[in-house]
């Protein structure tokens, strides 16, 4: 491994990768191909798994543990309540504990970024990368890849009520999606899974694992990087700690941060990069004043129609509980659609509120929030978790379009195909009809989708972070590719996109002037 201890000379990296998530796995496997390059991977979590990680159906027990950094937002302003906005700590990330639901967003989102001064980031840009990651058989192979490292389909044989779920769509006027996951279609279908033969498939597993034997790829974990080298407008490397020790890592070509929408951000306001008064404020000393740094911080807000099941309803280790999701739009005047309708064959709901043990779940989520919130330092020391303020909902339209949904749901939830499974309703209830008890009743169980993005957003305008080349503004040899450059929020789960980005970054990295 070529790192050496803080104060000597060494040899030094052609890349380092910090975070071995999702996008770091991808990273690390794509630039060591070239046997020429030295790959350095840093993760601040551990090396091992857990057994949970495997088994599909365990997801849930997986956000609050050992494999998460189990992180609370600031209390919303919106709501008066915070809520977990998990995120990934290990080998593979996020793509390691979330609930395995690989679909891309509708293609009008991405073609967004490239009217956004993202030139070059629309869906037809991004597809060649979306094919490339992933081994879709059966599918258009002018749309879909095949030969990719994640082998995706959807769940054969469906839950028995998600299917009634589909149904029930249909019966309210919703068309079947030919491809939910594709990007160019709206309706209702069941979504691809990174499940292969009854077990997760991560970003590790996927992409890591097959380059592991590279000698030209050194990984080192329980690595927490707390301070970039920046000199001369230059990144030449990054301090991290290491078995209680400060070691210093040489990069003789570019630093590239795969940290997530949160990590990302906050190791660039530790190393002094971002809005200068803030850094001022938790004592940083400003090397770059770059405002757009932890701006911008946006993500799906989540709400729940909860049913008791009129029958028992379980779901076998091998289903992530999410099987099927819709793509609509709250009001049919939009140009695109703004909500995902999420099917689950469990009762869904925070511990704190009182639900059903036996169930199932239709939820709803906006797809296109407008508030927007931020990642700031509570401290200069980087084991200090940051502030996370999504700012959930100040944006009275995002509120207006998830009571739309919950409309939308309950119109599904009362459909004939539904009626073998349907027990009451459990919540919101009955009692909560009119649309200002559906309001109280979102504000009170308000959930993250856990799908944070945007905290260095790709554009040329002030507030962005990054350029079109993910290069970090003004500071030569460093780059981001990770959800953090979204310059706004698919209208999916966010993994698919990330896995594209990286990707794409690995590309534009190997090519490099």
Same mark, same amino acid.
């Given at each position: 491994?070529?790192?050496?201890?803080?104060?000597?000379a060494?040899?030094?990296?052609?890349?380092?990768?910090?975070?071995?998530?999702?996008?770091?796995?991808?990273?690390?496997?794509r630039?060591?191909?070239?046997?020429?390059?030295?790959?350095?991977?840093?993760?601040?979590?551990?090396?091992?798994?857990?057994?949970a990680?495997?088994?599909?159906?365990?997801?849930?027990?997986?956000?609050?543990?050992?494999?998460?950094?189990?992180?609370?937002?600031?209390?919303? #302003?919106?709501?008066? &309540?915070?809520?977990?906005?998990?995120?990934?700590?290990?080998?593979?990330?996020?793509?390691?504990?979330?609930?395995?639901?690989? #679909?891309?967003?509708?293609?009008?989102?991405?073609?967004?970024?490239?009217?956004?001064?993202?030139?070059?980031?629309?869906?037809?840009?991004?597809?060649?990368?979306?094919?490339?990651?992933?081994? #879709?058989?059966?599918?258009d192979?002018?749309?879909?890849?095949?030969?990719?490292?994640?082998?995706?389909?959807?769940?054969?044989?469906?839950?028995?009520?998600?299917?009634?779920?589909l149904?029930?769509?249909?019966?309210?006027?919703?068309?079947?999606?030919?491809?939910?996951?594709?990007?160019?279609?709206?309706?209702?279908?069941?979504?691809?899974?990174?499940?292969?033969?009854?077990?997760?498939?991560?970003?590790?597993?996927?992409?890591?694992?097959?380059?592991?034997?590279?000698?030209?790829?050194?990984?080192?974990?329980?690595?927490?990087?707390?301070?970039? %080298?920046?000199?001369?407008g230059?990144?030449?490397?990054?301090?991290?700690?290491s078995?209680?020790?400060?070691?210093?890592?040489?990069?003789?070509?570019?630093?590239?941060?795969?940290?997530?929408?949160?990590?990302?951000?906050q190791?660039?306001?530790?190393?002094?990069?971002?809005?200068?008064?803030?850094?001022?404020?938790?004592?940083?000393?400003?090397?770059?004043?770059?405002p757009?740094?932890?701006?911008?911080?946006?993500?799906?807000?989540?709400?729940?129609?909860?049913?008791? $099941?009129?029958?028992?309803?379980?779901?076998?280790?091998?289903?992530?509980?999410?099987?099927?999701?819709?793509?609509?739009?709250?009001?049919?005047?939009?140009?695109?659609?703004?909500?995902?309708?999420?099917?689950?064959?469990?009762?869904?709901?925070?511990?704190?509120?009182?639900?059903?043990?036996?169930?199932? &779940?239709?939820?709803?989520?906006?797809?296109?929030?407008?508030s927007?919130?931020?990642?700031?330092?509570?401290?200069?020391?980087?084991?200090?978790?940051?502030?996370?303020?999504?700012?959930?909902?100040?944006?009275?339209?995002?509120?207006?379009?998830?009571?739309?949904?919950?409309?939308?749901?309950?119109?599904? $939830?009362?459909?004939?195909?539904?009626?073998?499974?349907?027990?009451?309703?459990?919540?919101?209830?009955?009692?909560? %009809?009119?649309?200002?008890?559906?309001?109280?009743?979102?504000?009170?169980?308000?959930?993250?989708y856990?799908?944070?993005?945007?905290t260095? %957003?790709?554009?040329?305008?002030?507030?962005?972070?990054?350029?079109?080349?993910? %290069?970090?503004?003004?500071v030569?040899?460093?780059?981001?590719?990770?959800?953090?450059?979204?310059?706004?929020?698919?209208?999916?789960?966010?993994?698919?996109?990330?896995?594209?980005?990286?990707e794409?970054?690995?590309?534009?990295?190997?090519?490099r002037?």
């Amino acid at each position: 491994m070529a790192t050496t201890r803080q104060g000597t000379a060494g040899p030094e990296h052609d890349f380092i990768v910090v975070g071995a998530g999702t996008a770091g796995c991808v990273l690390a496997a794509r630039l060591s191909e070239d046997e020429g390059a030295r790959v350095l991977l840093l993760e601040a979590g551990g090396s091992g798994t857990l057994s949970a990680q495997s088994v599909p159906a365990l997801w849930p027990t997986l956000l609050q543990g050992p494999a998460s950094w189990g992180e609370f937002t600031a209390e919303q #302003a919106a709501t008066g &309540t915070a809520t977990l906005l998990p995120r990934g700590r290990g080998l593979g990330g996020s793509s390691a504990i979330n609930a395995m639901v690989f #679909a891309r967003g509708h293609r009008s989102g991405y073609d967004r970024w490239a009217g956004e001064a993202a030139k070059g980031w629309g869906f037809d840009d991004l597809l060649p990368y979306f094919k490339r990651s992933e081994n #879709a058989p059966g599918r258009d192979r002018a749309l879909r890849g095949t030969g990719g490292p994640l082998t995706v389909a959807p769940a054969a044989p469906a839950h028995p009520v998600i299917e009634a779920c589909l149904e029930a769509a249909a019966q309210t006027g919703h068309p079947r999606a030919a491809d939910i996951s594709g990007g160019l279609d709206e309706g209702f279908g069941l979504t691809d899974l990174n499940i292969v033969d009854g077990r997760r498939q991560s970003a590790a597993d996927a992409y890591r694992a097959p380059a592991l034997r590279r000698p030209n790829l050194s990984v080192v974990t329980d690595a927490v990087v707390h301070r970039l %080298r920046i000199t001369g407008g230059r990144c030449h490397g990054v301090k991290f700690r290491s078995g209680g020790e400060t070691v210093t890592a040489h990069c003789a070509g570019e630093v590239v941060l795969a940290a997530g929408t949160i990590g990302t951000a906050q190791l660039l306001l530790l190393s002094g990069v971002g809005p200068h008064s803030h850094l001022t404020d938790v004592g940083v000393e400003t090397v770059l004043d770059l405002p757009g740094v932890g701006s911008a911080l946006h993500d799906h807000p989540i709400a729940s129609v909860v049913f008791g $099941g009129a029958r028992p309803i379980s779901a076998p280790e091998s289903s992530n509980l999410g099987e099927a999701i819709g793509l609509v739009r709250s009001d049919p005047l939009l140009d695109a659609p703004d909500l995902q309708i999420l099917f689950v064959d469990a009762p869904t709901h925070l511990p704190s509120i009182k639900g059903p043990e036996n169930g199932y &779940t239709i939820s709803v989520a906006l797809m296109r929030p407008r508030s927007r919130g931020t990642v700031r330092l509570a401290s200069a020391a980087a084991d200090v978790p940051p502030v996370l303020d999504p700012n959930f909902y100040a944006d009275e339209r995002d509120m207006a379009a998830v009571v739309a949904g919950v409309r939308l749901v309950r119109e599904i $939830g009362a459909a004939p195909a539904l009626a073998p499974w349907r027990g009451e309703e459990a919540l919101p209830g009955p009692g909560s %009809r009119d649309d200002e008890a559906v309001r109280a009743y979102v504000r009170r169980t308000l959930a993250s989708y856990c799908h944070p993005v945007g905290t260095c %957003r790709m554009g040329e305008d002030p507030g962005c972070v990054v350029g079109p080349d993910l %290069r970090v503004h003004g500071v030569e040899g460093l780059r981001v590719a990770d959800a953090s450059v979204f310059p706004s929020i698919p209208s999916a789960n966010t993994v698919a996109t990330v896995y594209a980005v990286a990707e794409r970054a690995a590309d534009l990295l190997r090519t490099r002037a």
